[in-house]
């Protein structure tokens, strides 16, 4: 059965900005699912067509066979969102703040009670019950905001940069929980900017860009699909600035990323790239190594993954790995 089913989706806002030009999408049942691309690509306003933040202007959805266009009520009923924003009242506790939102779907206050507690006691959070939201710390707000996004028992989870901000332990948790709740059913479709989780969990990642699909498989699909090998070589000291500035002129290489002292390249032709870098450009200390999931995305996209922060002479800065266990247009936002 689809979880998810997308045709022909299309967004254009009254500026004439084109978010969406004609998605196809298809979720299975239980799959767990990753939607990436970088700013401006359109997906925050495919998620918020699907929760009824955003009207669509063509094309049809349907999640577990109801659909958006006749009964939207009881297609949201399915739905379970976590965004990457927190949009609670501080000031409620964190048991109100989960037991109120099981009130807004209908569910009576005895079997309210009792899905609160069991969720906050699966996300540590059951010593923080009758404490004010304000009182909690960056990674319990995000725990506790899964808390509500899962009290209704939705069959479709969305992840909108779900852990963003957490620590590395915290994270890891996080991931353990929620590969848990797939493995017994629940749907799930994750955004995020850390490459490695979609790399790391997501049985099947789709990557958009200008408002269109540009690659649909497994992680090892794109990979494969979106960029040859991958060469690295040490940062000169001297002229850094010419240096990277010849080296992206060359043989057509694209910087993917900086780590340290090494930079890291993909061509269409990695021979002749490491052949140019040897003597052109004279580096040193070459690698050639199989594609990332990082790499692929920036040939598929031609932008560097979100989470990169762009730095003098095209590098990037210190980008935290997680362990493996808005584009406006008149005032909407769209990613």
């Not at 299975?28 to 306003?45: D, I, M, R, V, Y």
């Amino acid at each position: 059965m689809e979880a998810l089913n997308i045709q022909q989706l299309r967004k254009t806002y009254s500026a004439g900005v084109e978010a969406l030009k004609g998605v196809d999408l298809k979720v299975k049942q239980g799959e767990f699912f990753a939607l990436l691309g970088p700013n401006g690509a359109g997906k925050s306003t495919l998620i918020g067509i699907l929760t009824g933040l955003v009207n669509k202007t063509s094309g049809k959805v349907r999640v577990f066979d109801e659909d958006l266009d006749v009964a939207p009520s009881r297609l949201k009923a399915q739905l379970g969102v976590m965004t990457q924003e927190l949009n609670f009242n501080i000031f409620e506790s964190c048991w109100n703040t989960v037991n109120f939102q099981a009130g807004y779907y209908g569910i009576d206050w005895k079997e309210a009670g009792r899905r609160t507690e069991q969720l906050l006691r699966d996300l540590e959070l059951w010593d923080k019950a009758h404490q004010p939201v304000r009182n909690l710390s960056g990674g319990m707000k995000r725990r506790l905001m899964l808390a509500r996004a899962l009290v209704h028992d939705p069959k479709l989870l969305i992840l909108d940069e779900p852990t963003a901000g957490l620590d590395i332990e915290l994270r890891r948790s996080l991931w353990v929980y929620l590969q848990k709740r797939n493995e017994a059913g629940l749907t799930i479709i994750l955004t995020t900017h850390y490459l490695e989780e979609a790399d790391a969990f997501a049985e099947r990642i789709v990557v958009i860009a200008n408002g269109r699909v540009v690659a649909d498989g497994s992680a090892s699909d794109i990979r494969a699909r979106g960029a040859g090998r991958i060469l690295s070589v040490d940062i000169p000291e001297a002229n850094e600035r010419a240096w990277f500035a010849q080296a992206t002129s060359t043989a057509g290489m694209t910087l993917i990323e900086t780590r340290g002292r090494r930079a890291y390249f993909s061509a269409p032709d990695t021979d002749a790239a490491a052949l140019a870098l040897l003597t052109a450009l004279g580096s040193k200390n070459l690698e050639i190594a199989a594609p990332t999931l990082d790499s692929a995305f920036v040939a598929l996209t031609g932008e560097q993954p979100e989470a990169e922060e762009a730095a003098p002479h095209g590098r990037t800065r210190g980008r935290e790995k997680p362990s493996a266990p808005t584009d406006t247009a008149t005032g909407e936002v769209t990613r």
